[in-house]
């Protein structure tokens, strides 16, 4: 079993909810990322999604894009982000993701970059610019490999949902919100219909992201799914903090842990 | 098969899934309307009361003499309203958002052509209208900045990047993702997730068709090469499409070379170029090992693109139309050349298709024929020419 299926059984069982904090590797070094992978998992990370950097990430909001920026000028490239995830791996057991936009993917070699992630053990893949009807460019390799491509579905999904949520693996990754990556205030999207027409369709877990901004967020969000997605916020402190990032980022996940365990899921009377 | 919205491996819809629904909205009104008499209709009195279609095909007979090879004739794009061939596409896609309801309209614009005509059609409509642009595109075409402005549009500045038409495309890409109900995006040329790079062209072919009917008219036969100058391809593509099931005609695509295509500084994809994903399709970019884009370079912003349209893609593939290199200088150099021989100023755009045929013709025997498409005119890049070529303007006072 994937050790993304494995972690989310693992949470199911106890009654609780994933925390997925996201840094961009190499931001500002990979040196930096290499502490705050297992610094958030010790302060209750149940998974992290590793961004892997692009000159053109159409799918970011300004913060994300300026850690992309940041990395690429630190010379962050994909070998270098795998060899860090295998000496991840020697220390944590705990599921990691890539997520990257197709071109990387693409460029490097389908074979080889599914074989990398293998080899260094990088569990799924999120690919923000690769829809439902362009998976065949990666899901021969990806199946072979036993890397988990996390399908995504939208407010703007609808009749959509069917289709992806059923054919999904590992977790669904819910977009919170029309838009781009980034904190928001609030949000327009009715997250009992979302959820309730999601969960019609599949038993998968749920992973709702986009626009967390904090704790109370979290707690909120957490309460309708199974877990939370946490971008921006934590490379926010990137930005502000650089190499020193490490105790500001384990305090955040520490806080975002607490608010996400504090709840149980609503009764199913409340989705329904 | 060919899968739909597919030209060979190329094209595709390559986009987040929250635009998804959004691009099979814009392909079942599509499907729908290029099918509707009633859309036709008022998408050919646009084009001949307001664009001033069908535009010229003019022998260029100074042209011709002084370059002793084939008769060479200029289909003039310049002369269409706003001054270049991006209305004719701007026009089809305005009558569909307004179809669809759509009160918003987005574009991107690298030389600020394809912004003037959004604009212009937004004006026309009464719908708001946001075009986004490099800041350093901004800076280099001034007077087409202030222009949308005169029409009501507003101009969003692009700082990402590398200020250039590639990040203006982001930004409208973003911007779309967040007001995907009431917003449309109107994509300037063959690029972009299908059915972007097919319904341009569709928009656009009508310089082909042009171009067959006023050549059969006065020569009645067929051109022996069409040339054109390639950015994203919209008026290549326009320019080309009638004739790709014709074998004897040669079709050339002039791309930018900048400072050379074997310096860092210049915008030739299919000389540089390698498959790749980005902007929603899957076609020729510049870009690296690791499949980051590269920074591109060109006198000209409109052709300042990493990319190109994923029909041009598998045209270069198939070999059924050539795309030559034209460097800085030599579209300078045709820019000028043009201004004296003929008396037209073209678009620093176009010059790349000039030269490239200056190079051609002379290779040709007297009795072919020769059709540059003249995509627009070089009123916008006067200033930018007289810069280049060390002289001061000042138009204070």
């Given at each position: 079993m994937n050790r993304i299926e494995r972690k989310f059984e693992e949470l199911k069982k106890g009654g609780k909810k994933a925390l997925i904090p996201f840094v961009t590797a190499g931001d500002p070094d990979l040196a930096t990322t290499e502490m705050l992978v297992p610094a958030m998992f010790a302060a209750g990370a149940d998974l992290v999604e590793i961004g892997v950097p692009f000159?053109?990430?159409?799918?970011?909001?300004?913060v994300i894009q300026k850690a992309s920026n940041r990395a690429l000028s630190s010379g962050t490239t994909l070998v270098k982000i795998f060899e860090m995830v295998g000496r991840l791996r020697q220390k944590t057991d705990e599921p990691i993701l890539l997520m990257l936009y197709l071109n990387s993917i693409f460029r490097f070699g389908k074979e080889r970059f599914f074989r990398l992630c293998t080899k260094n053990g990088v569990d799924g893949v999120i690919v923000p610019d690769m829809p439902y009807e362009e998976r065949d460019e990666i899901q021969a390799e990806a199946e072979k490999s036993g890397v988990i491509p996390i399908s995504m579905v939208a407010p703007t999904s609808h009749e959509r949902i069917a289709m992806i949520a059923s054919s999904a693996k590992g977790f669904l990754y819910c977009v919170s919100s029309t838009g781009v990556t980034g904190m928001r205030?609030?949000?327009?999207?009715?997250f009992k219909d979302f959820f309730r027409a999601i969960k019609q369709h599949t038993e998968i877990p749920c992973a709702v992201g986009f626009g967390i901004s904090g704790p109370e967020q979290a707690k909120r969000m957490a309460a309708y799914c199974d877990g939370v997605i946490v971008g921006s916020a934590i490379v926010n402190l990137v930005e502000r903090d650089g190499s020193g990032a490490v105790p500001a980022i384990s305090e955040f996940v520490r806080d975002l842990k607490q608010a996400v365990g504090e709840i149980g899921t609503l009764p199913s009377a409340e989705l329904g | 098969m060919q899968k739909i919205g597919r030209y060979g491996e190329f094209g595709g819809q390559y986009v987040p899934e929250t635009l998804m629904n959004a691009v099979h909205e814009l392909e079942a009104a599509y499907e729908k309307y290029s099918k509707d008499p009633e859309f036709n209709e008022e998408l050919q009195r646009l084009y001949h009361?307001?664009?001033?279609?069908?535009?010229m095909l003019y022998f260029a007979k100074r042209m011709t003499e002084d370059l002793g090879g084939a008769k060479i004739y200029l289909k003039r794009e310049d002369l269409n309203h706003t001054g270049a061939h991006k209305i004719n596409n701007v026009l089809g896609q305005i009558l569909l958002a307004r179809r669809m309801g759509k009160k918003r309209i987005i574009a991107e614009t690298g030389a600020g052509q394809h912004g003037v005509a959004t604009a212009t059609a937004a004006a026309l409509f009464d719908m708001k209208c946001e075009i986004f642009m490099g800041v350093k595109d901004i800076e280099r075409q001034a007077l087409n900045v202030f222009r949308m402005k005169l029409l009501g549009a507003t101009v969003t500045g692009v700082e990402s990047g590398t200020g250039t038409l590639k990040d203006a495309v982001n930004e409208a890409m973003r911007d779309w993702c967040s007001h995907v109900d009431d917003t449309y995006y109107l994509i300037g040329s063959t690029m972009g997730p299908h059915p972007y790079p097919m319904m341009v062209r569709d928009f656009q072919k009508v310089i082909g068709q042009e171009i067959r009917r006023q050549l059969q008219e006065r020569e009645g036969k067929l051109p022996d090469c069409v040339v054109a100058c390639v950015g994203g391809g919209s008026n290549s593509m326009g320019a080309f499409y009638d004739f790709i099931p014709e074998k004897s005609v040669r079709l050339v695509g002039a791309e930018a070379a900048g400072k050379g295509v074997d310096t860092a500084f210049h915008a030739a994809t299919v000389a540089k170029g390698t498959p790749g994903i980005f902007h929603g399709m899957k076609s020729l970019f510049l870009q690296n090992d690791e499949g980051q884009i590269m920074p591109v370079y060109s006198i000209s912003a409109g052709l300042d693109y990493p990319g190109i349209g994923p029909e041009h893609a598998e045209l270069a593939r198939t070999g059924r139309a050539q795309y030559v290199a034209v460097t800085d200088e030599e579209a300078v150099q045709a820019f000028e050349y043009l201004s004296k021989m003929e008396g037209i100023i073209p678009a620093i755009e176009s010059s790349h298709a000039v030269s490239a045929a200056m190079k051609i013709a002379p290779m040709m025997k007297k009795d072919q024929i020769l059709v540059v498409n003249l995509s627009g005119r070089g009123d916008k890049d006067v200033a930018s020419i007289a810069k280049y070529r060390g002289v001061q303007l000042n138009e204070q006072n």
């Open positions: 000159s053109d990430p159409v799918a970011e909001g300004p205030s609030s949000f327009n999207t009715d | 009361e307001y664009a001033n279609r069908p535009s």
